[in-house]
Protein backbone atom coordinates (compact mmCIF):
# COMPACT_ATOMS: atom_id res chain seq x y z
CA UNK A 1 0.00 0.00 0.00
CA UNK A 2 1.13 3.16 -0.85
CA UNK A 3 0.76 6.11 2.02
CA UNK A 4 1.83 9.16 -0.55
CA UNK A 5 -0.68 11.77 0.46
CA UNK A 6 0.94 14.25 -2.07
CA UNK A 7 -1.53 15.97 -4.07
CA UNK A 8 -2.28 13.76 -7.47
CA UNK A 9 -3.47 15.49 -10.83
CA UNK A 10 -4.47 12.86 -13.16
CA UNK A 11 -3.61 15.01 -16.48
CA UNK A 12 -5.59 14.53 -20.03
CA UNK A 13 -7.94 11.86 -18.79
CA UNK A 14 -11.31 10.73 -20.22
CA UNK A 15 -13.25 12.09 -17.90
CA UNK A 16 -16.88 10.09 -16.87
CA UNK A 17 -18.83 11.41 -13.93
CA UNK A 18 -22.75 10.11 -14.29
CA UNK A 19 -23.66 12.30 -11.43
CA UNK A 20 -22.65 15.25 -13.78
CA UNK A 21 -23.88 13.52 -16.32
CA UNK A 22 -20.23 13.93 -17.66
CA UNK A 23 -18.07 12.26 -20.14
CA UNK A 24 -15.45 13.89 -21.95
CA UNK A 25 -11.72 15.49 -22.42
CA UNK A 26 -10.12 16.91 -18.80
CA UNK A 27 -8.20 16.30 -15.79
CA UNK A 28 -8.81 15.81 -12.19
CA UNK A 29 -6.92 17.60 -9.32
CA UNK A 30 -6.95 15.37 -5.63
CA UNK A 31 -5.76 17.31 -1.98
CA UNK A 32 -5.97 16.51 0.78
CA UNK A 33 -8.20 13.27 0.50
CA UNK A 34 -10.63 15.02 -1.64
CA UNK A 35 -11.70 15.94 -4.88
CA UNK A 36 -10.47 19.59 -5.74
CA UNK A 37 -11.60 19.99 -9.56
CA UNK A 38 -12.74 17.71 -12.34
CA UNK A 39 -12.94 19.85 -15.75
CA UNK A 40 -11.08 20.17 -18.82
CA UNK A 41 -8.19 22.49 -18.55
CA UNK A 42 -6.63 22.75 -14.88
CA UNK A 43 -3.52 21.75 -16.43
CA UNK A 44 0.00 21.83 -14.34
CA UNK A 45 0.11 25.16 -14.09
CA UNK A 46 -3.10 25.24 -11.73
CA UNK A 47 -1.83 22.83 -9.21
CA UNK A 48 -0.15 23.27 -6.10
CA UNK A 49 4.07 22.50 -5.10
CA UNK A 50 4.56 18.64 -5.14
CA UNK A 51 1.81 17.69 -7.26
CA UNK A 52 2.10 14.34 -8.57
CA UNK A 53 1.07 14.53 -12.17
CA UNK A 54 -0.20 11.41 -13.81
CA UNK A 55 -0.37 11.47 -17.39
CA UNK A 56 -3.23 9.57 -18.10
CA UNK A 57 -3.57 10.26 -21.97
CA UNK A 58 -5.68 7.15 -23.71
CA UNK A 59 -6.81 6.11 -19.67
CA UNK A 60 -10.66 6.96 -18.08
CA UNK A 61 -10.76 8.44 -15.07
CA UNK A 62 -13.93 8.11 -13.01
CA UNK A 63 -15.55 8.06 -9.20
CA UNK A 64 -14.36 4.64 -7.70
CA UNK A 65 -16.65 1.27 -7.75
CA UNK A 66 -19.27 0.67 -4.78
CA UNK A 67 -19.71 -3.16 -4.42
CA UNK A 68 -23.25 -3.72 -2.97
CA UNK A 69 -23.03 -6.97 -2.21
CA UNK A 70 -20.03 -9.26 -1.15
CA UNK A 71 -19.15 -11.66 1.60
CA UNK A 72 -16.37 -11.22 4.01
CA UNK A 73 -15.17 -13.93 6.30
CA UNK A 74 -15.01 -11.14 9.43
CA UNK A 75 -16.05 -12.08 11.92
CA UNK A 76 -16.16 -16.23 12.14
CA UNK A 77 -15.05 -17.55 8.27
CA UNK A 78 -11.54 -15.54 7.80
CA UNK A 79 -10.30 -18.86 6.17
CA UNK A 80 -12.59 -17.53 3.03
CA UNK A 81 -11.65 -13.97 3.63
CA UNK A 82 -10.59 -11.33 5.30
CA UNK A 83 -10.95 -7.96 5.50
CA UNK A 84 -7.64 -7.38 4.43
CA UNK A 85 -7.12 -9.89 1.44
CA UNK A 86 -11.02 -8.85 0.46
CA UNK A 87 -9.82 -4.77 0.20
CA UNK A 88 -6.35 -6.08 -1.71
CA UNK A 89 -8.66 -7.74 -4.07
CA UNK A 90 -11.51 -4.86 -4.61
CA UNK A 91 -7.97 -2.03 -5.25
CA UNK A 92 -6.77 -4.27 -7.64
CA UNK A 93 -10.45 -4.46 -9.40
CA UNK A 94 -11.16 -0.82 -8.93
CA UNK A 95 -13.64 -1.05 -5.85
CA UNK A 96 -12.96 1.72 -3.37
CA UNK A 97 -16.12 0.95 -1.34
CA UNK A 98 -17.10 -2.65 -0.43
CA UNK A 99 -20.55 -3.39 0.95
CA UNK A 100 -20.21 -6.82 3.46
CA UNK A 101 -23.06 -8.82 3.87
CA UNK A 102 -24.31 -10.21 7.58
CA UNK A 103 -24.29 -13.41 7.32
CA UNK A 104 -21.12 -13.88 9.57
CA UNK A 105 -20.42 -16.08 12.79
CA UNK A 106 -22.30 -13.99 14.77
CA UNK A 107 -24.52 -12.71 12.46
CA UNK A 108 -24.73 -8.66 12.30
CA UNK A 109 -27.40 -8.32 13.64
CA UNK A 110 -26.96 -6.10 16.60
CA UNK A 111 -24.85 -3.03 17.14
CA UNK A 112 -21.73 -4.92 18.83
CA UNK A 113 -20.83 -6.62 15.42
CA UNK A 114 -21.50 -3.66 13.39
CA UNK A 115 -18.97 -1.78 15.43
CA UNK A 116 -16.68 -4.45 15.37
CA UNK A 117 -17.08 -4.65 11.48
CA UNK A 118 -15.90 -1.17 11.13
CA UNK A 119 -13.37 -1.00 13.79
CA UNK A 120 -11.66 -4.13 12.14
CA UNK A 121 -12.02 -3.36 8.64
CA UNK A 122 -10.61 0.47 10.02
CA UNK A 123 -7.46 -0.83 11.04
CA UNK A 124 -7.04 -3.69 8.23
CA UNK A 125 -8.52 -2.74 5.09
CA UNK A 126 -7.10 -0.27 2.08
CA UNK A 127 -10.46 0.39 0.90
CA UNK A 128 -13.80 1.67 2.53
CA UNK A 129 -16.03 -1.19 4.18
CA UNK A 130 -19.96 -0.53 5.14
CA UNK A 131 -21.70 -3.49 6.26
CA UNK A 132 -25.27 -4.06 5.64
CA UNK A 133 -26.60 -5.49 8.80
CA UNK A 134 -29.31 -8.84 9.15
CA UNK A 135 -32.87 -7.78 8.68
CA UNK A 136 -33.94 -10.59 10.72
CA UNK A 137 -32.15 -11.77 14.52
CA UNK A 138 -29.98 -14.21 13.56
CA UNK A 139 -31.24 -14.58 9.80
CA UNK A 140 -34.24 -16.47 10.86
CA UNK A 141 -37.08 -14.90 9.09
CA UNK A 142 -38.68 -14.70 11.91
CA UNK A 143 -38.30 -11.49 14.48
CA UNK A 144 -37.07 -8.29 12.61
CA UNK A 145 -33.60 -6.23 13.90
CA UNK A 146 -33.38 -3.30 15.81
CA UNK A 147 -33.40 -1.31 12.06
CA UNK A 148 -33.35 2.34 14.20
CA UNK A 149 -30.04 1.38 16.46
CA UNK A 150 -28.49 -0.68 13.92
CA UNK A 151 -28.49 2.18 11.12
CA UNK A 152 -27.51 4.71 13.73
CA UNK A 153 -24.41 2.12 14.65
CA UNK A 154 -23.74 2.05 10.84
CA UNK A 155 -25.33 -0.29 9.19
CA UNK A 156 -26.02 1.30 5.52
CA UNK A 157 -28.96 -1.28 5.09
CA UNK A 158 -30.56 -4.76 6.25
CA UNK A 159 -30.65 -8.16 4.08
CA UNK A 160 -30.69 -11.65 5.17
CA UNK A 161 -27.49 -12.04 3.00
CA UNK A 162 -28.68 -15.28 0.76
CA UNK A 163 -31.96 -16.26 2.54
CA UNK A 164 -35.30 -15.25 1.77
CA UNK A 165 -37.90 -13.84 4.58
CA UNK A 166 -40.70 -16.50 3.64
CA UNK A 167 -43.40 -14.91 6.09
CA UNK A 168 -44.95 -12.17 4.07
CA UNK A 169 -45.77 -10.69 7.41
CA UNK A 170 -42.40 -10.25 9.16
CA UNK A 171 -41.67 -8.58 5.80
CA UNK A 172 -44.28 -6.34 5.46
CA UNK A 173 -43.51 -5.06 9.45
CA UNK A 174 -39.89 -4.60 8.42
CA UNK A 175 -40.47 -3.07 5.54
CA UNK A 176 -43.06 -0.39 7.54
CA UNK A 177 -40.78 -0.08 10.53
CA UNK A 178 -37.34 0.47 7.98
CA UNK A 179 -39.73 3.21 6.39
CA UNK A 180 -39.72 5.60 9.39
CA UNK A 181 -36.13 5.17 9.16
CA UNK A 182 -35.62 6.04 5.94
CA UNK A 183 -33.74 2.49 5.68
CA UNK A 184 -33.45 0.73 2.65
CA UNK A 185 -34.60 -3.13 2.77
CA UNK A 186 -32.57 -5.35 0.56
CA UNK A 187 -33.53 -8.97 0.11
CA UNK A 188 -32.47 -12.32 -1.52
CA UNK A 189 -35.80 -13.20 -3.79
CA UNK A 190 -35.50 -17.24 -4.21
CA UNK A 191 -38.46 -19.19 -2.75
CA UNK A 192 -36.57 -21.79 -1.03
CA UNK A 193 -39.19 -24.38 -1.55
CA UNK A 194 -39.50 -23.79 -5.18
CA UNK A 195 -35.42 -24.04 -5.12
CA UNK A 196 -35.50 -27.53 -3.74
CA UNK A 197 -33.01 -29.29 -4.66
CA UNK A 198 -32.24 -27.68 -7.63
CA UNK A 199 -29.01 -26.63 -8.44
CA UNK A 200 -29.16 -24.60 -11.84
CA UNK A 201 -31.45 -23.19 -14.37
CA UNK A 202 -34.58 -25.52 -14.85
CA UNK A 203 -34.68 -26.50 -18.49
CA UNK A 204 -33.20 -28.16 -21.12
CA UNK A 205 -29.36 -27.86 -20.38
CA UNK A 206 -30.65 -28.76 -16.99
CA UNK A 207 -32.01 -32.05 -18.37
CA UNK A 208 -29.39 -33.07 -20.36
CA UNK A 209 -26.66 -32.58 -17.61
CA UNK A 210 -28.66 -34.71 -15.47
CA UNK A 211 -29.00 -32.19 -12.83
CA UNK A 212 -31.87 -30.38 -10.74
CA UNK A 213 -33.56 -27.45 -12.03
CA UNK A 214 -34.57 -24.61 -10.21
CA UNK A 215 -37.35 -22.74 -11.41
CA UNK A 216 -37.36 -18.77 -12.89
CA UNK A 217 -40.84 -18.79 -10.79
CA UNK A 218 -38.97 -19.50 -7.84
CA UNK A 219 -37.73 -16.10 -8.02
CA UNK A 220 -40.77 -14.26 -9.70
CA UNK A 221 -43.08 -15.24 -7.03
CA UNK A 222 -41.03 -14.14 -4.56
CA UNK A 223 -39.96 -10.62 -6.20
CA UNK A 224 -44.19 -9.76 -6.77
CA UNK A 225 -44.97 -10.31 -3.26
CA UNK A 226 -42.67 -8.12 -1.93
CA UNK A 227 -43.41 -5.57 -4.75
CA UNK A 228 -46.81 -6.02 -3.71
CA UNK A 229 -45.72 -5.36 -0.03
CA UNK A 230 -43.51 -2.52 -0.63
CA UNK A 231 -46.54 -0.76 -2.15
CA UNK A 232 -48.50 -1.58 0.37
CA UNK A 233 -45.93 0.08 3.08
CA UNK A 234 -44.37 2.73 1.23
CA UNK A 235 -41.05 1.54 2.20
CA UNK A 236 -37.72 1.83 0.20
CA UNK A 237 -36.89 -1.81 -1.20
CA UNK A 238 -34.15 -3.60 -3.25
CA UNK A 239 -33.91 -6.78 -4.99
CA UNK A 240 -30.59 -7.77 -4.11
CA UNK A 241 -30.06 -10.17 -7.62
CA UNK A 242 -32.62 -10.69 -10.28
CA UNK A 243 -31.65 -13.26 -13.12
CA UNK A 244 -34.76 -13.63 -15.32
CA UNK A 245 -37.51 -11.72 -17.85
CA UNK A 246 -40.11 -12.29 -16.17
CA UNK A 247 -38.52 -10.73 -12.90
CA UNK A 248 -37.91 -7.89 -15.30
CA UNK A 249 -41.81 -7.52 -16.25
CA UNK A 250 -42.47 -6.94 -12.21
CA UNK A 251 -40.30 -5.10 -11.63
CA UNK A 252 -41.74 -2.73 -14.25
CA UNK A 253 -44.74 -2.94 -13.27
CA UNK A 254 -43.89 -1.81 -9.94
CA UNK A 255 -41.54 1.20 -10.73
CA UNK A 256 -44.83 2.17 -13.25
CA UNK A 257 -46.89 1.77 -10.74
CA UNK A 258 -44.60 4.54 -8.41
CA UNK A 259 -43.32 1.93 -5.61
CA UNK A 260 -39.82 3.09 -4.11
CA UNK A 261 -38.06 0.24 -5.48
CA UNK A 262 -34.53 -0.72 -7.43
CA UNK A 263 -32.99 -3.73 -8.20
CA UNK A 264 -29.46 -5.07 -8.39
CA UNK A 265 -27.94 -7.97 -11.23
CA UNK A 266 -24.49 -9.47 -10.17
CA UNK A 267 -21.62 -9.21 -13.06
CA UNK A 268 -21.99 -12.83 -13.58
CA UNK A 269 -25.84 -12.94 -14.62
CA UNK A 270 -24.84 -9.94 -17.32
CA UNK A 271 -21.66 -11.55 -18.70
CA UNK A 272 -22.66 -15.60 -18.44
CA UNK A 273 -25.60 -17.99 -19.19
CA UNK A 274 -25.99 -20.91 -18.19
CA UNK A 275 -24.21 -22.68 -21.46
CA UNK A 276 -20.57 -21.89 -19.92
CA UNK A 277 -21.61 -23.99 -16.89
CA UNK A 278 -20.26 -26.49 -19.46
CA UNK A 279 -18.96 -29.74 -17.92
CA UNK A 280 -20.39 -29.59 -14.67
CA UNK A 281 -17.70 -26.27 -13.68
CA UNK A 282 -18.64 -25.80 -10.26
CA UNK A 283 -17.16 -22.34 -10.02
CA UNK A 284 -20.06 -21.29 -12.19
CA UNK A 285 -22.43 -22.77 -9.74
CA UNK A 286 -24.08 -19.75 -8.11
CA UNK A 287 -27.25 -18.66 -6.19
CA UNK A 288 -29.25 -17.74 -8.08
CA UNK A 289 -28.42 -19.68 -10.95
CA UNK A 290 -26.95 -18.33 -14.20
CA UNK A 291 -30.12 -18.25 -16.61
CA UNK A 292 -30.47 -18.34 -20.40
CA UNK A 293 -28.68 -16.24 -22.78
CA UNK A 294 -32.54 -14.33 -23.78
CA UNK A 295 -32.33 -13.63 -19.69
CA UNK A 296 -28.68 -12.18 -20.12
CA UNK A 297 -29.74 -9.95 -22.79
CA UNK A 298 -33.12 -9.24 -21.56
CA UNK A 299 -31.11 -8.26 -17.98
CA UNK A 300 -27.98 -6.39 -20.06
CA UNK A 301 -30.90 -4.15 -22.09
CA UNK A 302 -32.69 -3.65 -18.70
CA UNK A 303 -29.01 -2.19 -17.11
CA UNK A 304 -28.81 0.06 -20.16
CA UNK A 305 -32.44 1.12 -19.76
CA UNK A 306 -32.35 2.11 -15.91
CA UNK A 307 -34.73 -0.19 -15.15
CA UNK A 308 -31.95 -2.17 -13.26
CA UNK A 309 -29.93 0.30 -11.12
CA UNK A 310 -26.95 -1.55 -9.89
CA UNK A 311 -24.36 -3.74 -11.00
CA UNK A 312 -22.87 -6.10 -8.37
CA UNK A 313 -20.09 -8.24 -7.79
CA UNK A 314 -21.79 -11.00 -5.82
CA UNK A 315 -18.35 -11.95 -4.25
CA UNK A 316 -18.76 -15.36 -2.60
CA UNK A 317 -15.16 -16.91 -1.74
CA UNK A 318 -15.88 -20.88 -1.27
CA UNK A 319 -12.29 -22.82 -0.77
CA UNK A 320 -11.32 -25.77 -2.23
CA UNK A 321 -12.93 -28.16 -0.06
CA UNK A 322 -16.67 -27.42 -1.11
CA UNK A 323 -16.21 -26.65 -4.36
CA UNK A 324 -14.04 -29.34 -5.96
CA UNK A 325 -17.11 -31.94 -5.68
CA UNK A 326 -19.42 -33.14 -7.63
CA UNK A 327 -21.71 -30.11 -9.03
CA UNK A 328 -25.11 -31.29 -7.08
CA UNK A 329 -22.61 -31.19 -3.99
CA UNK A 330 -20.70 -28.41 -4.34
CA UNK A 331 -21.02 -24.73 -2.72
CA UNK A 332 -22.81 -22.29 -4.77
CA UNK A 333 -20.44 -18.80 -4.97
CA UNK A 334 -17.77 -17.36 -6.89
CA UNK A 335 -14.73 -14.92 -6.30
CA UNK A 336 -15.66 -11.96 -7.81
CA UNK A 337 -14.25 -8.41 -6.27
CA UNK A 338 -11.32 -8.50 -8.74
CA UNK A 339 -12.81 -9.19 -12.11
CA UNK A 340 -16.20 -7.38 -11.70
CA UNK A 341 -14.86 -4.18 -13.67
CA UNK A 342 -12.97 -6.71 -16.48
CA UNK A 343 -15.75 -8.58 -16.78
CA UNK A 344 -18.17 -5.92 -16.67
CA UNK A 345 -16.02 -3.63 -19.89
CA UNK A 346 -17.10 -7.06 -22.64
CA UNK A 347 -20.40 -5.45 -22.60
CA UNK A 348 -18.63 -2.22 -24.00
CA UNK A 349 -16.44 -4.11 -26.12
CA UNK A 350 -19.46 -5.74 -27.54
CA UNK A 351 -21.60 -2.72 -27.67
CA UNK A 352 -24.05 -3.96 -25.29
CA UNK A 353 -23.56 -1.15 -22.81
CA UNK A 354 -21.76 2.50 -22.74
CA UNK A 355 -19.65 4.11 -20.26
CA UNK A 356 -21.45 6.49 -18.44
CA UNK A 357 -24.47 3.70 -17.96
CA UNK A 358 -22.12 1.02 -16.79
CA UNK A 359 -20.15 3.48 -14.22
CA UNK A 360 -23.40 4.67 -12.99
CA UNK A 361 -24.38 1.02 -12.11
CA UNK A 362 -21.42 0.58 -10.44
CA UNK A 363 -20.79 3.51 -8.89
CA UNK A 364 -23.28 6.78 -8.53
CA UNK A 365 -26.04 4.91 -7.81
CA UNK A 366 -25.16 2.57 -4.84
CA UNK A 367 -23.78 5.63 -3.22
CA UNK A 368 -27.79 7.40 -4.23
CA UNK A 369 -29.31 4.04 -2.62
CA UNK A 370 -27.19 3.49 0.35
CA UNK A 371 -26.77 7.48 1.31
CA UNK A 372 -22.61 7.35 0.79
CA UNK A 373 -20.49 10.14 -0.06
CA UNK A 374 -18.82 8.74 -3.20
CA UNK A 375 -19.63 7.61 -7.21
CA UNK A 376 -19.24 11.32 -7.88
CA UNK A 377 -15.91 13.63 -8.84
CA UNK A 378 -17.92 17.02 -8.26
CA UNK A 379 -15.41 19.41 -6.01
CA UNK A 380 -15.49 18.40 -2.50
CA UNK A 381 -16.55 15.01 -2.72
CA UNK A 382 -14.04 11.80 -1.07
CA UNK A 383 -11.14 11.37 -3.63
CA UNK A 384 -12.06 8.02 -4.06
CA UNK A 385 -11.18 7.37 -8.15
CA UNK A 386 -9.78 4.72 -10.44
CA UNK A 387 -7.75 4.84 -13.72
CA UNK A 388 -9.19 2.45 -16.47
CA UNK A 389 -7.28 1.40 -19.20
CA UNK A 390 -9.69 -0.12 -21.09
CA UNK A 391 -8.33 -1.81 -24.10
CA UNK A 392 -4.92 -3.70 -22.53
CA UNK A 393 -5.73 -7.27 -23.14
CA UNK A 394 -4.58 -9.84 -20.86
CA UNK A 395 -6.03 -12.98 -19.20
CA UNK A 396 -6.55 -13.74 -16.10
CA UNK A 397 -4.12 -16.43 -13.73
CA UNK A 398 -6.24 -17.38 -10.88
CA UNK A 399 -3.01 -17.41 -8.71
CA UNK A 400 -2.71 -13.77 -9.73
CA UNK A 401 -6.21 -13.20 -7.69
CA UNK A 402 -5.66 -11.53 -4.18
CA UNK A 403 -8.32 -12.95 -2.53
CA UNK A 404 -7.47 -15.84 0.07
CA UNK A 405 -10.29 -18.24 -2.14
CA UNK A 406 -10.09 -18.50 -6.50
CA UNK A 407 -13.38 -20.06 -7.19
CA UNK A 408 -13.50 -17.95 -9.85
CA UNK A 409 -15.58 -18.22 -13.05
CA UNK A 410 -13.22 -16.20 -14.87
CA UNK A 411 -10.04 -18.62 -14.88
CA UNK A 412 -8.15 -18.03 -17.74
CA UNK A 413 -10.74 -15.98 -19.00
CA UNK A 414 -9.35 -13.07 -22.13
CA UNK A 415 -10.38 -9.52 -20.94
CA UNK A 416 -9.33 -6.48 -22.38
CA UNK A 417 -8.97 -3.53 -19.95
CA UNK A 418 -8.36 -3.51 -16.60
CA UNK A 419 -7.63 -0.58 -13.79
CA UNK A 420 -4.42 0.99 -13.99
CA UNK A 421 -4.25 3.10 -10.55
CA UNK A 422 -6.89 3.09 -7.41
CA UNK A 423 -7.35 6.18 -5.15
CA UNK A 424 -8.82 5.95 -1.86
CA UNK A 425 -9.19 8.65 0.03
CA UNK A 426 -6.66 10.37 -2.03
CA UNK A 427 -3.90 7.82 -1.60
CA UNK A 428 -2.86 5.59 -4.10
CA UNK A 429 -3.87 1.74 -2.68
CA UNK A 430 -2.88 0.13 -5.69
CA UNK A 431 -1.11 0.74 -8.94
CA UNK A 432 -0.52 -1.55 -12.20
CA UNK A 433 2.69 -1.72 -13.55
Given amino acids: MLTDRRPILLANARVIDPSRDFDGPGDVLIADGVIRDA ?109 GLLKAAGAVAFTDGDRSVTNAQVMRRALTYAR ?138 QDVEVKRLPFAEAASGAVGLQTMLPAALRLIHNGEM ?4 LIRAMSTRPAELLGLAGGTLRAGAPADVIVIDADTPWVLDRDDLKSLCKNTPFDDARFSGRVTRTIVGGRTVYEHV
Fill in 39 to 147: KRGIGAAGVPEGTDIVNCAGKIVAPGLIDMRAFVGEPGASHRETFASASQAAAAGGITTIICQPDTSPVIDNSATVDFVLRRARDTAIVNIHPMAALTKGMQGQEMTEI
Fill in 180 to 317: DFDALIVHHTEDPHLVGEGVMNEGEFATRLGLAGIPTAAESIMLERDMRLAGLTGGRYHAASLTSIESLEILKRARDAGHNVSASVSINHVTLNENDIGPYRTFLKLAPPLRTEEDRKALVAALASGLIDVVMSDHNP
Fill in 354 to 357: DFKT
